[in-house]
């Protein structure tokens, strides 16, 4: 079972374009997390939500943790090449053991320049 | 500050051979320790967690198992590797506290023939 859904798969614009990538899932989580992969590396954390209704920016990069702690979004302004990876969400389940992450299957963005 | 190493970075091998891959944590204590397998550069699959020496927990029955002879020390093998088993393999870590961030290694390509 899938428990975190991101659309969209596959996203490809031009340097300058603003896009947003979601993440969502009917479960409640404890906290969420997004990461970036490049090519033949590992992922590296971009940021962490905890407050349902949390916003939190990394310079282009803004991130938002839905009120019912059930989803997320990534909006990216002013896209560069550089943006260019895989955008992955991952996260801990409540109520349970946080040990474990669920990871989204990625959004695989390609920034033209 | 704490470091993760994983190697090798690549390796083939032919079906029914053995595999090991290795994980080193430096720079801290008691980590929680993961073996996440990515399969044509999107998701994570879980495959093994360990919270302690000894302590090993899988999360899909497969044909690999997991060892954590030291505390920083985590160890993916198999007796006979299968087609299927080919993927990008990353070995990662965290404190096991608050949202439980995970840092990755720079991940293992397994090509299986």
């Known amino acids: 079972t899938q428990l975190l859904e991101q659309s969209p798969q596959f996203l490809s614009i031009q340097e300058g374009e603003n896009l947003t990538v979601y993440c969502n899932s009917s479960s409640v989580f404890s906290s969420l997390q997004w990461y970036r992969q490049e090519p033949g590396e590992g992922p590296v954390l971009l940021v962490t939500v905890v407050t349902g209704g949390e916003v939190k920016k990394l310079k282009r990069l803004t991130f938002q943790f839905g009120d019912a702690r059930k989803d997320s979004s990534l909006h990216i302004t002013a896209a560069q090449p550089g943006d260019t990876g895989l955008y992955l969400c991952?996260?801990?389940?409540?109520?349970?053991?946080?040990?474990?992450?669920?990871f989204g299957k990625g959004t695989l963005l390609t920034v033209n320049p | 500050s704490q470091t993760i190493h994983q190697w090798p970075a690549t390796l083939v091998q032919p079906v029914g051979s053995p595999l090991s891959l290795e994980c080193t944590v430096e720079g801290t204590s008691n980590p929680n320790l993961y073996w996440y397998r990515q399969a044509a550069g999107r998701g994570l699959q879980l495959l093994f967690y360990?919270?302690?020496?000894?302590?090993i927990s899988s999360e899909v029955p497969q044909n690999l198992s997991a060892s954590r002879p030291q505390d920083r020390q985590f160890i993916l093998s198999s007796k006979k590797l299968l087609l299927s088993d080919s993927g990008f393999y990353l070995c990662a870590w965290s404190s096991g506290s608050g949202a439980n961030v995970l840092t990755f290694g720079a991940g293992s390509r397994l090509t299986v023939l």
């Open positions: 360990s919270v302690g020496i000894g302590q």
């Open positions: 991952a996260g801990g389940l409540s109520g349970g053991s946080n040990y474990k992450l669920t």
